[in-house]
């Protein structure tokens, strides 16, 4: 312990002591206070970052439910509007069976009038062709009894009968 002594020198310690307080001193006014303030500002530009991304992380929620309650409308409108179009190409297909129906009917009727029009044109045709046709009969019937002057006669004498009997 004696050789520890023998090399400390008592002067050398005081300028060292000295030089530390001086440094120490010229530390503490000259770069203490630029050095704490660059670490506040650096702490504060932390603090402020960090709330920025808190701020933004709550703008990201606030959005993400904004969309989801936008996506539900949409949804639910899309929903109405393909209800809406399903019950207009009902009432069409509706509208269209009824007007077909409709139409079939008054088609229905006019054929039915038409045939029995038809039907009495060709009756009343039937009619004046067996008329012309018994006309031509009695007319050839009649010359073929009147060509023979007997029969005449007597054809003339029936008729005559029949008058003054009625």
Do not use: H, Y
């Not at 920025?52 to 993400?64: C, D, T, W, Y």
């Not at 639910?76 to 190409?89: P, Q, S």
């Not at 009756?123 to 029969?151: F, H, M, T, Y």
Request: charged share 35%.
């Amino acid at each position: 312990m004696g050789k520890l002594f023998e090399d400390f020198s008592l002067g050398l310690f005081v300028w060292q002591a000295v030089l530390f307080i001086a440094l120490v001193f010229l530390l503490k006014k000259f770069a203490w206070k630029p050095i704490l303030d660059s670490v506040n500002s650096r702490e504060e530009g932390i603090k402020d970052a960090l709330d920025a991304a808190e701020k933004a992380k709550l703008e990201m929620q606030n959005l993400q439910a904004d969309n989801q309650k936008l996506l539900k409308e949409a949804r639910a409108e899309r929903e109405t509007m393909l209800k809406e179009a399903r019950d207009i190409k009902n009432k069409m297909i509706e509208d269209a069976k009824g007007e077909a129906q409709a139409e079939a009917a008054k088609l229905i009727t006019q054929a039915q009038a038409s045939i029995e029009s038809e039907k009495k044109a060709a009756i009343a045709d039937l009619k004046s062709q067996v008329a012309n046709l018994s006309i031509d009969i009695a007319e050839k019937v009649v010359r073929g009894e009147l060509s023979n002057k007997g029969k005449q006669e007597k054809l003339v004498e029936s008729m005559l009968d029949d008058a003054t009997l009625n």
